[in-house]
């Protein structure tokens, strides 16, 4: 049966639209996955280049966005960074012969400060004052807390952390690092004691062990015959004295302990006797400086990506604020103090690659204490000891005492 030429003119029209109209439906698929492929490499960059920069909605508000997982060469590279740092760590302890096995603290390994998770494969030495406070609110999360009962508990942190990883035997540490992701992280040794004595001394709660601790202090370092350590107060015409020790009297106090053998308290405890690197393994160390890209690299590297959310903060901001707080604290001790915390502090200086760069400068002359000929045998012993971008500061800083002759050993 024929059709007219109008009729099927019209019926070629319809079907050619239809024809369009199904093309049309069937490229939406490949359209959206073209969408979401340029979402997701927008998501890879921003881990790769800043770490986690965009907020959301979340706890405290303050939480980055994940994708579902980095740059592939992102990943390399910080493998690559870990690498490194294991070898440092490496050629150190045996550079330091920590890694010799022996009976003291420092020669044999420590797993009392270790929290192992066995469901998520991860153990952790907490050092305090290197991010402890994030990361015991992370293990806590990860040990089946809610948020909502950690933000309403009285309960200290550590204490909860405990009820859900008691403290480990060594024998069941080294099963654990057997199969688990290790991390550790550090900071810088004197950057990390100035933390540890403003946040437990300075501005200790009070009726704590710490607020007495820094009662102590001030009744044994205190100089009253001087009217006490502290600002001047113009109209009174007289110093007037903080209620807290000063942070010359606390270095003071943490010299005498040390010459006198006494155990450190943990919060300023020497990293390298505390979690004891040289004897155990760390598969990640992270560094304070590094955090933000350190932590994102544990976090998907351990799959925990569902679970723990890091908290962006602005790092340049941070690091001008952290600057100004060490020449206000340092340039209250004088060089040779802080040659001996140096000294105190020294392996966790060597096995982590840190320096006196912007420390030892900042101290005072020191006109008084040994003679010149004691001096001079001080400063060699103290140079020999230092990393080689603290050596050249501290050689333009002996002139305030006298011109010395140098080691062979010095380059």
């Given amino acids: 049966m024929r059709c007219s030429s109008m009729r099927c003119g019209g019926l070629r029209v319809a079907v050619r639209r239809a024809l369009v109209l199904v093309s049309a439906v069937a490229l939406i698929p490949a359209l959206l996955l073209l969408i979401g492929s340029s979402v997701t490499r927008h998501r890879y960059q921003d881990v790769q280049y800043t770490g986690q920069k965009l907020a959301v909605e979340g706890f405290d508000g303050l939480y980055g966005t994940w994708g579902p997982g980095p740059d592939p060469t992102w990943m390399s590279r910080m493998a690559i960074r870990m690498a490194a740092r294991r070898a440092e760590l490496r050629d150190a302890c045996a550079r330091t012969g920590l890694d010799v096995p022996n009976n003291d603290s420092l020669h044999q390994a420590n797993p009392w400060e270790f929290l192992i998770n066995n469901q998520h494969h991860l153990v952790w030495c907490n050092v305090f004052k290197a991010a402890s406070t994030s990361w015991m609110y992370n293990f806590n999360i990860l040990a089946g807390y809610t948020?909502?009962?950690?933000?309403?508990?009285?309960v200290v942190p550590l204490q909860l952390a405990r009820q859900r990883y008691p403290r480990?035997?060594?024998?069941t540490l080294r099963d654990a690092l057997n199969s688990s992701i290790s991390f550790i992280i550090v900071r810088h040794p004197l950057e990390r004691l100035l933390s540890a004595y403003r946040d437990k001394?300075?501005?200790?709660?009070p009726h704590t062990l710490h607020q007495r601790l820094g009662l102590k202090i001030i009744q044994n370092y205190r100089a009253r015959s001087k009217g006490g350590a502290g600002s001047r107060d113009p109209t009174?015409?007289?110093r007037v004295s903080p209620k807290w020790p000063t942070f010359s009297e606390f270095v003071h106090y943490l010299l005498d302990e040390y010459k006198q053998g006494n155990r450190f308290d943990m919060h300023w405890a020497p990293i390298a006797e505390f979690c004891t690197p040289c004897?155990?393994?760390?598969?990640?160390?992270?560094?304070?400086e590094t955090l933000e890209e350190d932590q994102n690299y544990l976090i998907y590297k351990a799959k925990l990506q569902e679970y723990i959310?890091?908290?962006?903060?602005?790092p340049a901001k941070g690091r001008t604020a952290t600057t100004n707080l060490i020449s206000s604290y340092y340039s209250q001790l004088t060089k040779k103090e802080i040659l001996h915390l140096y000294?105190?502090?020294?392996?966790?200086?060597?096995?982590?690659?840190y320096s006196l760069e912007g420390y030892l400068n900042q101290g005072s002359e020191d006109p008084t204490s040994l003679p010149s000929a004691s001096k001079s045998q001080h400063n060699n012993l103290q140079l020999t000891k230092l990393p080689k971008s603290s050596k050249k500061e501290a050689l333009q800083e002996q002139n305030f005492h006298h011109k010395t002759v140098l080691p062979k050993t010095i380059n």
């Avoid at 948020?147 to 009285?154: A, E, R, T, Y």
């Avoid at 001394?201 to 709660?205: A, C, D, F, W």
């Avoid at 000294?343 to 690659?353: A, H, Q, V």
């Fill in 309 to 314: 959310h890091p908290e962006w903060k602005n």
């Fill in 236 to 238: 009174k015409k007289k």
């Fill in 147 to 154: 948020p909502h009962f950690l933000k309403q508990s009285k």
């Fill in 343 to 353: 000294n105190i502090y020294r392996f966790d200086f060597e096995l982590f690659g």
């Fill in 279 to 288: 004897h155990l393994h760390f598969e990640i160390i992270a560094k304070f």
């Fill in 201 to 205: 001394i300075q501005y200790s709660l």
């Fill in 168 to 171: 480990p035997s060594i024998e």
